[in-house]
């Protein structure tokens, strides 16, 4: 019924810059809020950042000051714009959507298949 398609990660030097994109697809009545979940090797899934229709973006300190979450809601899609990448940063990167597939219905979360990006030399 819903689906999100990340697109925009890969093989980045420290320092450098990418812009991830996810985009909601199928039929359904709004979306809540959006964010962006990543997963390094051997490490637990962490929400890197989310935002709510109406709210204030939030962060994981670890980010604060060099990731920006936007959102275009006419194109029921949004963006995770990463800035100064460090290698710490490597991870395979999800986008979840809440979404209410009609007006009464209780919303429900959505997930994308994930982008991985790298932080190399």
């Known amino acids: 019924q819903v689906q999100l398609v990340e697109s925009g990660g890969g093989l980045v030097q420290p320092g450098g810059s990418l812009r991830l994109s996810c985009a909601a697809a199928?039929?359904?009545?709004?979306?809540?809020?959006m964010g962006w979940y990543r997963q390094a090797p051997g490490k637990q899934r962490e929400s890197v950042a989310r935002i709510v229709t109406g709210g204030s973006p939030n962060y994981v300190d670890s980010v604060k000051g060099r990731f920006t979450i936007s959102r275009d809601i006419a194109k029921n899609t949004v963006y995770l714009q990463m800035n100064s990448l460090k290698p710490e940063d490597t991870a395979v990167y999800y986008c979840?959507?809440?979404?209410?597939?009609?007006?009464?219905?209780?919303?429900?979360?959505?997930w994308g298949r994930g982008t991985q990006v790298t932080v190399s030399l």
């Open positions: 979840w959507a809440e979404v209410s597939l009609t007006a009464s219905a209780l919303p429900s979360v959505y």
């Open positions: 199928g039929s359904f009545f709004s979306i809540n809020s």
